[in-house]
C-alpha cells in the first residue's frame, strides 16, 4: 500500500494551488486522511484533516485559505490552497490510516514541494 502525491510545485504569492494524494494497492477502506507540512527548519505539522464520515479539522492558521476535500472512490484526497504566503512555503506530506487484508497501516506519502515565491 502506497500514497502517491501530486501537484506540488512553484506559484507566486497570492496564487493557488491544489495538490492530490491517491492510496493504492491492498486498501480495503480508508479512515482519516491528512495533510502534514515541513517547512525548512521547522518540525512537521498538521494542515488539514478528514475522516471517512466527511469530519475535517485544519490548522488554526490556515483556516479559511485550505480546503481538504475527498473522493472515496477513487481513494484520493485533494488539498485546495488558496491565496498562498512564502510562509506556506514546505513539503507537504499526505497521511493515511489504511485498511487492508489482516490489518492496520498508517502511511506516509513520500512529500511534494510547494514553494511560494517571486
Known amino acids: 500500500v502506497q500514497l502517491e502525491e501530486s501537484g506540488g510545485g512553484l506559484v507566486q504569492p497570492g496564487g493557488s494551488l491544489r495538490l492530490s494524494c491517491t492510496a493504492s494497492g491492498r486498501v480495503v477502506a480508508i479512515n482519516v486522511m491528512s495533510w502534514y507540512r515541513q517547512a525548512p527548519g521547522k518540525e512537521r505539522e498538521l494542515v488539514a484533516s478528514?475522516?471517512?464520515?466527511?469530519?475535517?479539522n485544519y490548522a488554526d492558521s490556515l483556516k479559511g485559505r485550505f480546503t481538504i476535500s475527498r473522493d472515496h472512490a477513487e481513494n484520493t484526497v485533494y488539498l485546495q490552497m488558496n491565496s498562498l504566503k512564502p510562509e506556506d512555503t514546505a513539503v507537504y506530506y499526505c497521511?493515511?490510516?489504511?485498511?487492508?487484508?489482516?490489518?492496520?497501516?498508517?502511511?506516509w506519502g513520500q512529500g511534494t514541494l510547494v514553494t511560494v515565491s517571486d
Open positions: 478528514m475522516s471517512g464520515g466527511g469530519s475535517t
Open positions: 497521511n493515511a490510516g489504511i485498511w487492508t487484508p489482516g490489518r492496520t497501516l498508517e502511511v
